[in-house]
């Protein structure tokens, strides 16, 4: 049974809404000019977390330095690595290449078309397989990623702040009968741009918002979003630069431009420490093994020559580690 939000001609309202706001607003994107679906896959994975505008330069460098599945599947994972600095989150690289080998060795390079043959690739989750669907073989499928929820959410059952009444599973379902037939492409971009652009988190566009009539968010959202103290979350979260992944990344950095990581012979751990943190002493070596450890762990960094047993103790023997890319 359907709720009144989900009345057929609410959605037809919101459909032409988007759809005629997608028309004059989109951005001319590289991602939205083709339907490779590896194209389209290594743009998704770059823009998870990343705004697009740091993510257009890096989208072309990286099919200009692998252009195809098979071209990233066949290169060192350090070059992978290298070709990722600067975008943050190096791990999505790294599982972005365990999908293009699976796909190379497992299905002679073709990617699949359908959403749970998609979603059984490693690496992939169901956003990424919804939108590779959809976006490359325009299929009309439902998915979600943070800007299209949000918009769902205001949209079709209320204000979503401080926090969201409806679960990812209700907001699903909403998705799923909202997508017009035979414009599935169309319109997941025009619901992805429009969080993105109008719909926004913190200053939504309401007062010209096309969709006004019919939101349900409306007018109580930007009450509710001021209300929120500013900077609420920064007493209980740690300073970016004293935190785990920020040096994580200095490690990284540290392994793409020494000559000696460089070369596949490795850092020895306590010289990859004075590049990795002001001041690094011995008793910072524990720190740094269990920071590094992490990150081989995660498939993005290889430890040579370990001490057998050795956990990173202070009464452990002093190890014999170097550090490279893998």
């Known amino acids: 049974m359907s709720t009144p939000s989900l009345e057929p001609a609410k959605i037809v309202a919101v459909q032409q809404g988007l759809l005629g706001w997608f028309e ?22 770059m823009l998870q977390q990343t705004q697009v505008d ?27 690595i290298k070709a990722w600095a600067g975008l943050g989150y190096n791990r999505r690289a790294v599982n972005l290449q365990r999908t293009a080998r699976y796909i190379v060795d497992n299905l002679e390079g073709t990617f699949p078309r359908e959403v749970e043959a998609l979603r059984s690739l490693p690496g992939i989750g169901p956003y990424t397989a ?18 299209m929820r949000r918009v769902l959410h205001r949209l079709f059952h209320g204000v979503d702040v401080p926090s969201p009444t409806a679960s ?27 969080g ?3 719909c926004t988190a913190r200053r939504p566009a309401c007062v010209v918002c096309p969709l006004q009539a019919v939101c349900c968010a409306y007018p109580g959202v930007q ?3 001021a ?26 950095a540290a392994l ?17 420490g004075h590049h990795v943190r002001d001041n690094f002493t011995e008793a910072d070596v524990p720190w740094l093994y269990g920071v590094v450890k992490g990150l081989s762990d995660d498939g993005l960094a290889m430890v040579a020559e370990e001490t057998p047993g050795y956990d990173g103790g202070s009464d452990e023997p002093e190890p014999q580690l170097r550090i490279r890319l893998p």
Do not use: M
Request: hydrophobic letters at 45%; aromatic letters at 10%.
């Open 54 to 80: 740091r993510v257009l330069p890096y989208y072309r460098a990286f099919l200009e330095r692998f252009p195809t599945v098979q071209a990233l599947a066949a290169a060192p994972t350090a070059e992978v």
């Open 256 to 272: 793409r431009d020494l000559p000696a990581a460089e070369s596949g012979e490795g850092i020895a751990l306590k010289a990859l």
């Open 24 to 45: 004059a607003n989109r951005r001319d994107l590289p991602w939205r000019r083709t339907r490779d679906p590896y194209h389209v896959l290594v743009s998704e994975i």
């Open 223 to 225: 009450s509710a979003i």
């Open 168 to 194: 990812d599973r209700e907001i699903l379902g909403i998705a799923s009968a909202v997508v017009p037939p035979g414009r599935g492409w169309v319109w997941n971009q025009a619901l992805i741009e429009f």
């Open 196 to 198: 993105a652009l109008h």
């Open 227 to 252: 209300a929120v103290p500013r900077g609420a979350r920064a007493t209980t979260e740690p300073r970016f630069h004293e935190s785990n992944r920020y040096y994580r990344g200095r490690v990284l």
């Open 130 to 147: 919804g939108a590779v669907a959809c976006f490359a073989y325009e299929q009309d499928v439902a998915f979600i990623d943070t800007n």
